[in-house]
């Protein structure tokens, strides 16, 4: 850090910069802690006795944060989770822990996309998994490109998502566009969705 500093043309020595390698590795060590955790172990407890659900579970709207291993640049979004059980459901803080542990590692959202989704079906062995992620990221508003409004959705599906068996796939992706999934970043687009309703839904948000 301090090359770098010296490398920008300031001078690291100086009282307002002396402490700041330390300062961005305890940063650092917060926002890249997901290497220290397994997403695996979040989904071990689950329950059986579900009066015999057995359909579509969707946890929606999921807020991450993550940066770019290309420029260490942030992006931030919203990820909606769902898989469909066999016999098997998890607790849905433990879907949103393993979205946050693997956004807090460098990524790119092609990735973490589907390394989310993968955990979720190898771990919980469900009928299928869909994952979606909707995010901002700041390298395209830093470098020459300039479009700071751009949002990019990468999407993975496994299972009776994938062969959209029973129409799963559409339904999910129904459900997560219904309403514009929130994603009201200072900034953003405005959220998918047409018709005079989610419009007025998207303002009612960015007040």
């Known amino acids: 850090m301090r090359t770098l500093l010296a490398w920008a043309g300031d001078d690291p020595e100086r009282p307002g910069l002396a ?86 590692r460098l990524q790119v959202q092609e990735s973490l996309t589907a390394q989310i989704a993968t955990t979720i079906q190898n771990v ?11 995010a901002q990221h700041q390298c395209m508003s830093l470098i020459a490109v300039n479009q700071a409004t751009s949002v990019m959705e990468t999407s993975h599906f496994t299972g009776v998502f994938d062969a959209n068996d029973d129409g799963y796939r559409d339904r999910f992706l129904k459900a997560v566009h219904r309403i514009g999934c929130a994603f009201s970043l200072r900034g953003s687009a405005p959220p998918s969705g047409s018709g005079r309703d989610s419009r007025r839904r998207f303002r009612r948000t960015r007040r």
């Not at 997901?34 to 807020?63: C, H, K």
């Not at 919980?124 to 909707?134: N, S």
Request: with cysteine; proline share 5%.
């Open 124 to 134: 919980l062995a469900p009928k299928g998994v869909a994952v979606l992620i909707r």
């Open 19 to 104: 402490n700041t390698p330390k300062r961005v590795a305890a940063a650092f060590e917060e926002r890249f802690s997901g290497y220290a955790q397994d997403p695996a172990a979040e989904l071990a407890r689950t329950f059986e006795d579900v009066s015999g659900y057995s359909d579509m579970i969707l946890l929606r709207d999921i807020r991450l944060e993550s940066h770019c291993e290309h420029h260490i640049a942030p992006f931030v979004g919203v990820a909606h989770v769902a898989y469909v059980p066999d016999r098997r459901v998890v607790g849905l803080s433990k879907l949103a822990r393993v979205v946050d542990i693997f956004a807090r």
